[in-house]
């Protein structure tokens, strides 16, 4: 399986994600009104959508939510919480929207990291200001890099959450595998807080914040970094 290639992995996992990798519904409700407190509720699309946890939370915030995934797997669970625009799409290679069509883009659960390729982000990134309206803004909710535990021997696995365990796998490349699903494996980008703020240099404006329940985001310590970026 190439490691890049999160569809393949995402397609073997779905069975059991909401079970054993998805954040609690309660956490998707808080977020949806978090982002309808900070913005005023247009069409959002929800880049990575996953099962789907976010899009019913959406609706019922006020928002017009489109889910976008490369799994067919993940976006069939989507399709059975109910009656939300899906669509099944790479987003490597482009996002199939019109330019300034959307209000809002969010990419949560650290969705992000899977665009680990040489200039993989900083396209998908370029995309999404185009799709985005002025004054639209992009939401991503990323790992803090402080989670990620320090390396004590070069190239060894070391835990990283209870079932799962990284190794270094390149700068700034790590290797993730999942125990519980026979050692499934996949590449992610560890972002630290300064390749964040390069890859946001050329937006109107950019916060990062510590998660969804307020409070001051600290560069050095915290479990999420969110970043929200003005386009
Ligand atoms: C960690 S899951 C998060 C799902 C969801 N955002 C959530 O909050 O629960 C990452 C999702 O991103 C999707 N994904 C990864 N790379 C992608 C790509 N290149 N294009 C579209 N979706 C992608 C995966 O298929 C998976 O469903």
Do not use: N
């Amino acid at each position: 399986m190439d490691p890049l290639d999160s569809r393949a992995f995402y397609d073997r996992v779905a069975g059991v994600y909401d079970q054993r990798y998805a954040y609690h519904p309660a956490i998707g409700a808080r977020q949806a009104l978090w982002l309808s407190q900070m913005f005023t509720p247009g069409t959002v699309l929800d880049l990575g959508c996953g099962t789907g946890r976010m899009l019913g939370p959406l609706a019922q915030a006020g928002f017009r939510p489109v889910g976008l995934d490369c799994s067919r797997a993940m976006l069939a669970r989507a399709r059975r919480k109910g009656p939300s625009r899906l669509v099944l799409a790479d987003a490597r290679h482009g996002l199939p929207f019109a330019s300034a069509s959307l209000e809002l883009v969010i990419s949560l659960h650290a969705t992000l990291v899977h665009f680990a390729g040489p200039g993989e982000l900083e396209g998908l990134l370029s995309e999404a200001g185009r799709v985005l309206a002025p004054g639209g803004a992009l939401v991503a909710e990323l790992p803090h890099p402080a989670t990620y535990p320090s390396e004590t021997m070069p190239g060894a696995w070391r835990e990283y959450q209870p079932g799962m365990s990284c190794r270094a796998a390149g700068p700034g490349l790590e290797e993730i595998r999942l125990e519980q699903e026979g050692g499934l494996c996949t590449l992610i980008r560890v972002l630290r807080i300064g390749d964040i703020e390069k890859l946001f240099r050329g937006w109107r404006r950019v916060e990062m914040h510590p998660g969804f329940r307020g409070g001051r985001f600290r560069p050095e310590r915290g479990e999420l970094v969110v970043v929200v970026a003005w386009k």
